[in-house]
């Protein structure tokens, strides 16, 4: 059986956020464990990679709940910090998904928010893979089974 499609996943794949926080709790104040818990809160997190809220809404409610918890801290600066990253490239694996892509096709497959295409654009990936499937445009998330027939199907490969 012929390879048809390599799915690549975004976060902790493509890209990393492995020190993009560095410096977030000296700049707003707020302590960056407690700024991640808030920020990517299952029940709010998880309702922008289903597509349920726009990126901008759930980063609106982050900013609520920090300014909450944290009414003498900066949540705005926390909130232009957090906006101002975009994570890092991975460029073994950017070498990797090039090699594939000379073969077969290659696609993005992320639990993302409504932002996945300014973010590729904006991380100079645009043209990269020939398929983008973001969770937020079609509400089922990995590691759901539908989230994986969805990304197939979008493809065009029948699961």
Known sequence: MAIKCVFFDFDEVVRT??????GLSDYSGIPLDAFVEIAFDPSGYESAIRGRESDESWRAEVGRVLAER???????SALR??????GELVTDVLAIVRACKAQVPVALFS???STLNQEIESLGLTGLFDHV???????????EPESYVHALNLVGIDA
């Open 17 to 22: 956020w492995e020190h993009e926080f560095d």
């Open 70 to 76: 944290f009414p003498v801290e900066d949540f705005g």
């Open 81 to 86: 910090f957090w906006a101002s990253r975009n």
């Open 111 to 113: 639990n993302a928010t």
């Open 133 to 143: 499937v973001n969770t937020a445009e079609f509400g089922s998330i990995k590691p």
